[in-house]
Structure formats: C-alpha cells, structure tokens
Nanobody, 120 residues
Framework: QVQLVESGGGLVQPGGSLRLSCAAS????????MGWYRQGPGKQRELVAR???????NYADSVKGRFTISRDNVKNSVYLQMNSLKPEDTADYYC??????????????WGQGTQVTVSS
C-alpha cells in the first residue's frame, strides 16, 4: 500500500507561517487527488485544500488567500504553505492521497497527522 509521512507542524504565533509537507511512498503509479484536511479540538475533520493531477485546486473558504497547496510529482509529495495563521487554524492536519498503484489497483491513504498550534 501507500504510506504518507507528514512534517512541518508546530507552534507559531498569530500572523506567522508554516509549511506542511507530505511524502508518499509505495508502488504508486499515479496520484489523482492530493489534499490536506484538519480536525480542530471538538470539531469534525474538514477539507482545507486539495490539488488534482491537472494542477487544479480548491480551498476551504476560511483559508482562501492565506494557504497555498502545491505538489511535486517527481517526489510524490504535496505541500501546504500556510500564511497569516490565526488561532482558529489550530488543528491536527492530515494529508490524504488517492490514486492508482502499479498493477492498476486504486488506493486511498491518510497520513498520521501533524499538529499545528497558533497561539501567542
């Protein structure tokens, strides 16, 4: 199957920036959909941003203009640049990738999560 390893979370002051990274490994043929979700304290998991194989993106309204998702198909990686962070961005952030394995089976994988805390 496909393993996802996230990094880049941490503690940052309001207005600060962080960059999350997610690297996928395994017998990957293609990654159709790569995204970031988050789950804040006492909240349901929600979509933050996603990027498709054609490079198109969509974002949650709450992060538009502040967050940017990007991907590196050579490195099988997806990134989330988070600027102008707010306390309400505090959450565990999860990488999610859907695609196809070598041998044509589909996969749908989640990372283990990385914590982002925005606080002064």
């Amino acid at each position: 199957q496909v393993q996802l390893v996230e990094s880049g979370g941490g503690l940052v002051q309001p207005g600060g920036s962080l960059r999350l990274s997610c690297a996928a490994s395994g017998r990957i043929f293609t990654m159709r959909h790569m995204g970031w979700y988050r789950q804040g304290p006492g909240k349901q998991r929600e979509l933050v941003a996603r990027i498709f194989s054609d490079g198109s993106t969509n974002y949650a309204d709450s992060v538009k203009g502040r967050f940017t998702i990007s991907r590196d198909n050579v490195k099988n990686s997806v990134y989330l640049q988070m600027n102008s962070l707010k306390p309400e961005d505090t959450a565990d952030y999860y990488c999610h990738v859907k695609g196809q394995l070598l041998g044509s089976s589909d996969f749908d994988s989640w990372g283990q999560g990385t914590q982002v805390t925005v606080s002064s």
